[in-house]
């Protein structure tokens, strides 16, 4: 029986490492006003009719703080690349120089900075709310073991186990959520 509970451990800790990974990529998705890959991470683009991700079909890069640039691997693409962007409603207004897209990021006004502390909010309660998921599982293991012969101490004290586990994976999530406040509220 020990052995099962220490593999309802291992499943739960891995599915919430799996929660505080997709958590902290949502966050890079936030922009903080600094210029970063990641922000186009989202955008689809029309590649010959199949919606592709844009990393897939152009390079993307940084050419300074405030400026991306979208490489296409077919000058082709550009077009689309470009309505792709505008089209993700994420506020950039790509300029084609015939080579590449350059994204200038406007400095972010104090509305727009809380808009994104709620944004990162809500992301942190989607994360807490998987983590409190894993748990109710996980629990639900332990009491089958309890039904199938698992004494009541062992199956308290692996309930105990699991809330220590999903307060520390919690406490995770707060801890990314104050950094990620913290750099978006900094001028």
Not at 68 to 83: D, H, Y
Not at 172 to 177: V, W
Request: glycine share 6%; hydrophobic share 40%; no cysteine.
């Amino acid at each position: 029986m020990i052995e099962e509970l220490n593999m309802i451990y291992d499943e739960f800790k891995s599915a919430n490492s799996g929660a505080v990974a997709h958590f902290e990529s949502e966050l890079t998705k936030i922009r903080a006003g600094k210029a970063s890959p990641a922000m186009l991470h989202s955008v689809m683009v029309d590649y010959y009719g199949t919606p592709t991700a844009i990393q897939q079909v152009a390079n993307i890069g940084t050419m300074d703080a405030r400026t991306l640039t979208v490489q296409p691997w077919e000058k082709a693409m550009l077009g689309e690349i470009n309505k792709g962007i505008v089209n993700s409603n994420l506020g950039f207004a790509p300029q084609d120089n015939g080579e590449m897209l350059i994204i200038s990021i406007p400095p972010l006004t104090e509305e727009r900075r809380r808009d994104l502390v709620k944004k990162a909010k809500a992301e942190s309660e989607h994360a807490k709310v998987g983590i409190r998921n894993h748990r109710k599982d996980a629990i639900d293991m332990v009491k089958e073991l309890k039904n199938d012969g698992l004494s009541e101490d062992l199956a308290k004290d692996a309930e105990n186990e699991i809330q220590n586990i999903t307060n520390a994976f919690s406490a995770k999530i707060d801890e990314l959520l104050v950094l990620k406040e913290k750099d978006i509220m900094t001028i």
